[in-house]
């Protein structure tokens, strides 16, 4: 629900006008699939009394996310950021890893958590992924492989990544978390390097409340990622390997389940959403709506902007801080970049030297809200807010930076 459209900027709420909208549009609210189908699954686990350790609603879930993803393994995870740490230790990584600083904050983590160096890398700031040029400036003796992101869900340059990984003797994998019902040239995400690792957070497209998945195609290394999401146990009292335990609950199994059914809705959804942003965001000037490569298949699951102010005009922060005084609370992802949070900013303070593109792009970005819980109607009226603050804007950005210093 929102209210009329606003014409000036006295009327923008960030001036103490009514918000634009009577809830909060979030990126990254969560979709929800057939609730009767999920109840009943949950009845089931209930009336079962078996809630998790590789229960059936698990195994359901594996069976067909390999069968949709066309990989021979599939293993169900607590989250995707536990799932990078056993797909990391199994293969195993250590030392130093190339990976980019254009991520969520847990790619990164998932290395230094294991005392592996990340190594941060700069993209190519017209897709947003490892820029492989950049990759092979940087393995040294202590390189042992390459974490790609398929950021966006936008695929990585995966041959050239391939190929360097296999003229350097390097392991390949990569962080797959926005990445689930994408492909690359028609092959899902999921079959390519040595495992790809999605993550199903409530935040994303597709959900198990939390969860994620691990994939592969090697099944000597799927065995041993199984050992290590289970504490290393090999049967009752045996335990054959260090482990952990990152086992996906029955009820997050059955929330995939239902998830899973209703994919083509979803996907429909957020592209018809961004279709919708596409045409009005083209009519404001400095608003680059990042795209997608259509001839791939594509989750749409990010609407994201790369916004230039035009000269005297607001600050990209300046903007979110306007939206969300309007109930439109847009994202700064990746801002400002893995390199520059704690501990890496301490523990590496040269990498922000080498990371030009990372900077630029992070410093531009504006990730809006889509899914299921935002219609065409919402997508109208945000434009048309972000019109009129890019259209008045040396105006919005005098009274906002007058505001702040008064
Ligand atoms: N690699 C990459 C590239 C990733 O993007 C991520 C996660 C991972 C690895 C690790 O995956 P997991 O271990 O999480 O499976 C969110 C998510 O928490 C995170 O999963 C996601 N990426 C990241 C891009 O976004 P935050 O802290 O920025 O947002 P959060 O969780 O506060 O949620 C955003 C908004 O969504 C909230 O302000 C309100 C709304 N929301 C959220 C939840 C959880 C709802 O409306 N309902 C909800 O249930 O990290």
Same mark, same amino acid.
């Given at each position: 629900m929102s209210t009329a459209t606003k014409s000036s900027l006295d009327a923008l709420a960030v001036f103490g006008?009514?918000?634009?909208?009577?809830?909060?549009?979030h990126v990254g609210q969560p979709n929800l699939g057939d609730r009767a189908y999920f109840l009943q699954r949950v009845e089931r686990i209930l009336d079962s009394r078996w809630?998790?350790?590789n229960g059936e609603c698990v195994q359901e879930l594996e069976r067909e996310l390999a069968a949709f993803l066309g990989v021979r393994n599939v293993i169900a995870v607590c989250n995707a950021t536990i799932g990078l740490e056993i797909a990391i230790r199994a293969l195993p990584m250590s030392g130093e890893v190339i990976v980019p600083a254009m991520t969520f904050i847990a790619t990164a983590h998932a290395l230094q958590w294991q005392q592996i160096t990340p190594v941060f890398c700069d993209i190519d700031p017209a897709t947003h992924v490892l820029d492989p040029v950049e990759v092979e400036k940087l393995i040294t003796d202590r390189t042992t492989g390459i974490l790609g992101v398929h950021v966006w869900g936008r695929e990585c340059n995966i041959d050239a990544l391939d190929d360097i990984a296999r003229r350097h003797g390097l392991h390949l994998m990569f962080d797959a978390a926005h990445a689930f019902g994408c492909s690359h040239r028609g092959r899902m995400i999921g079959g390519f390097g040595r495992a790809e690792v999605f993550s199903f957070h409530a935040t994303k497209f597709f959900n198990s409340f939390e969860g994620g998945a691990i994939a592969t195609d090697d099944d000597a290394l799927a065995k041993k990622i199984r050992l290590m999401t289970n504490f290393g146990f090999a049967g009752y009292d045996n335990v054959v390997h260090i482990g952990t335990n990152g086992k996906m609950s029955e009820v997050s199994a059955a929330m995939g389940l239902t998830s899973l059914r209703a994919l083509p809705e979803f996907v429909e959804t957020n592209r018809r959403n961004?279709?919708?942003y596409r045409e009005r965001l083209a009519r404001i000037p400095g608003m680059q709506l990042f795209a997608y490569d259509e001839a791939e +298949?594509?989750?749409?699951?990010?609407?994201?902007?790369?916004?230039?102010?035009a000269p005297g005009g607001p600050s990209r922060d300046q903007l979110v801080e306007a939206l969300w005084a309007e109930n439109v609370m847009a994202r700064k992802y990746f801002w400002p970049g893995c390199h520059r949070m704690e501990p890496y900013r301490t523990l590496y303070p040269r990498a922000a030297a080498r990371l030009p593109h990372t900077d630029a792009v992070a410093a531009r970005l504006l990730i809006l809200p889509t899914g299921t819980g935002v219609s065409g109607e919402d997508i109208q009226r945000l434009c048309d807010?972000?019109?009129?603050?890019?259209?008045?804007g040396p105006a919005l950005r005098e009274?906002?930076?007058? +505001?702040?210093?008064?």
């Amino acid at each position: 629900m929102s209210t009329a459209t606003k014409s000036s900027l006295d009327a923008l709420a960030v001036f103490g006008g009514a918000p634009a909208f009577e809830r909060k549009l979030h990126v990254g609210q969560p979709n929800l699939g057939d609730r009767a189908y999920f109840l009943q699954r949950v009845e089931r686990i209930l009336d079962s009394r078996w809630f998790t350790n590789n229960g059936e609603c698990v195994q359901e879930l594996e069976r067909e996310l390999a069968a949709f993803l066309g990989v021979r393994n599939v293993i169900a995870v607590c989250n995707a950021t536990i799932g990078l740490e056993i797909a990391i230790r199994a293969l195993p990584m250590s030392g130093e890893v190339i990976v980019p600083a254009m991520t969520f904050i847990a790619t990164a983590h998932a290395l230094q958590w294991q005392q592996i160096t990340p190594v941060f890398c700069d993209i190519d700031p017209a897709t947003h992924v490892l820029d492989p040029v950049e990759v092979e400036k940087l393995i040294t003796d202590r390189t042992t492989g390459i974490l790609g992101v398929h950021v966006w869900g936008r695929e990585c340059n995966i041959d050239a990544l391939d190929d360097i990984a296999r003229r350097h003797g390097l392991h390949l994998m990569f962080d797959a978390a926005h990445a689930f019902g994408c492909s690359h040239r028609g092959r899902m995400i999921g079959g390519f390097g040595r495992a790809e690792v999605f993550s199903f957070h409530a935040t994303k497209f597709f959900n198990s409340f939390e969860g994620g998945a691990i994939a592969t195609d090697d099944d000597a290394l799927a065995k041993k990622i199984r050992l290590m999401t289970n504490f290393g146990f090999a049967g009752y009292d045996n335990v054959v390997h260090i482990g952990t335990n990152g086992k996906m609950s029955e009820v997050s199994a059955a929330m995939g389940l239902t998830s899973l059914r209703a994919l083509p809705e979803f996907v429909e959804t957020n592209r018809r959403n961004h279709h919708a942003y596409r045409e009005r965001l083209a009519r404001i000037p400095g608003m680059q709506l990042f795209a997608y490569d259509e001839a791939e +298949r594509c989750n749409w699951q990010y609407v994201v902007v790369e916004y230039t102010p035009a000269p005297g005009g607001p600050s990209r922060d300046q903007l979110v801080e306007a939206l969300w005084a309007e109930n439109v609370m847009a994202r700064k992802y990746f801002w400002p970049g893995c390199h520059r949070m704690e501990p890496y900013r301490t523990l590496y303070p040269r990498a922000a030297a080498r990371l030009p593109h990372t900077d630029a792009v992070a410093a531009r970005l504006l990730i809006l809200p889509t899914g299921t819980g935002v219609s065409g109607e919402d997508i109208q009226r945000l434009c048309d807010l972000l019109a009129l603050m890019v259209g008045q804007g040396p105006a919005l950005r005098e009274r906002l930076a007058g +505001r702040t210093s008064g």
